[in-house]
């Protein structure tokens, strides 16, 4: 029954998040609406993540633009030699538009492997400049070398512009 307990708790947990520097931050597929770099402090460390924010699609009214939100480990600091690393889930994200208040939720991409992917489809309703909030809440996990214990919940907010023909 132990053994049973044990392997559950390992393959539920989050997969370790690696460094990756500005791999997904720097301007291109994954960043190209914007990228922002946070400092989290946990209990065995401390974490700089990069909140990345692309469309992957043309943005059009009336056909859904995908966009993808992508987090990536810049750097971190362990402060326990037992703790091999930290890990995300994403619980959820919402696009609110300024423009007329739609909303959209999201679904898990599986582009990357070095890093953790949502997804989203949000369709325009009208042609012009808008103003997207992304809101993001994610839970961090630190991982043993036998499974994870979660960290702490958090919750952020991001803005982009975008332009709709």
């Given at each position: 029954m132990i053994i049973v307990a044990l392997a559950v708790w390992q393959f539920t947990s989050p997969q370790l998040l690696p460094m990756?520097?500005?791999?997904?931050?720097a301007f291109g597929p994954y960043s190209n609406r914007g990228s922002w770099?946070?400092?989290e402090t946990m209990r065995y460390g401390s974490a700089y993540l990069a909140i990345s924010i692309s469309?992957?699609?043309f943005p059009r009214t009336g056909i859904g633009t995908d966009y993808s939100l992508v987090i990536s480990d810049v750097n971190h600091t362990i402060t326990n030699s037992i703790v091999k690393g930290f890990g995300v889930r994403v619980t959820?994200?919402?696009i609110q538009d300024s423009v007329d208040?739609?909303?959209?939720?999201w679904g898990n991409g599986h582009d990357v492997r070095d890093a953790v992917q949502?997804?989203?489809i949000?369709?325009?309703?009208t042609s012009t400049n808008h103003m997207l909030r992304f809101t993001v809440t994610f839970q961090l996990y630190d991982l043993f070398p036998l499974?994870?214990?979660?960290?702490?919940?958090?919750?952020d907010s991001f803005n982009i512009t975008q332009t709709v023909l």
């Open positions: 990756v520097g500005g791999k997904y931050s770099t946070i400092m469309n992957v699609t959820g994200i919402s208040g739609s909303t959209s939720t949502s997804t989203s949000f369709f325009f309703r499974g994870s214990i979660p960290d702490q919940t958090v919750t």
